[in-house]
């Protein structure tokens, strides 16, 4: 189902522009096959915020897995998103009942589902799950991880196999941390050497962009200029303001 209501509660970044143009392609091609793709990058460059996107853009199910989770808490979590059951539920029946429950409602629903964080379904064992769902569900699944997940989705060749299409995230430009501005420091002009300096001193770090973007947003309102630049940024930072 998609969602026509604008979206305002995530910055344009051309991270989400690449996550949305994954999912627009695996929808304008009419398939029978199952569809799994692959989005990854490195920490802190967006993923997430990627995610939130399709998941207003799309009214996609969105799971973010945990390092510790076991193969009965992830389907567990993935019900919970799907308003099958509540944090406070323990689920009945075995891992294939469980499983099977998630496929129908993926295949009844016609949703999209997200996982995030997927490395940690690589490293816990807990990938071939998505294996079972995909093959019963027909559903578009879309996995999000670090850029290491491409290569250890390779130790699984049923998984990778079945990969469809491949995306990656990339570290912002000047022209994302432009756009971050917008949105984090909505009533303040800060200088395009300003971004300049903030988005190479972090290597492009969506994550840590935006904190030094709100420590700039602390600085000027402490003392309102018009204008914030690298002299002005600096001079409250020497004085320890």
């Not at 990627?50 to 853009?57: K, T």
Request: proline share 4%; hydrophobic share 45%; with cysteine.
């Amino acid at each position: 189902m998609h969602n026509t209501k604008k979206i305002e509660s995530v910055a344009p970044l051309s991270n989400v522009v690449s996550f949305d143009s994954l999912i627009r392609d695996f929808m304008a091609s009419h398939t029978d096959r199952p569809r799994l793709g692959v989005f990854s990058g490195l920490t802190g460059v967006g993923k997430t915020q990627a995610a939130a996107f399709a998941v207003n853009e799309y009214d996609a199910y969105h799971v973010q897995v945990g390092y510790s989770w076991t193969k009965r808490f992830f389907c567990k979590a993935m019900m919970v998103e799907m308003g099958m059951l509540t944090w406070d539920d323990t689920p009945k029946g075995s891992l294939p009942d469980l499983v099977y429950a998630i496929s129908l409602q993926l295949m009844r629903s016609r949703r999209i589902l997200i996982v995030d964080d997927a490395q940690f379904l690589v490293q816990k064992s807990i990938i071939e799950l998505i294996r079972d769902i995909l093959e019963a569900s027909k559903a578009l699944i879309i996995l999000i991880g670090e850029e290491t997940l491409p290569r250890e989705l390779k130790k699984w060749s049923r998984i990778y196999n079945r990969v469809r299409k491949w995306g990656r995230a990339e570290p912002l430009n000047l022209a994302d941390t432009m756009a971050l501005a917008r949105f984090v420091c909505k009533d303040l002009e800060i200088s395009k050497e300003l971004l300049s300096e903030v988005c190479a001193s972090v290597n492009g770090c969506a994550r840590t962009i935006v904190t030094h973007l709100e420590h700039i947003q602390a600085c000027a309102a402490a003392h309102p200029p018009t204008r914030v630049d690298p002299a002005t940024y600096t001079s409250r930072l020497d004085s320890g303001l």
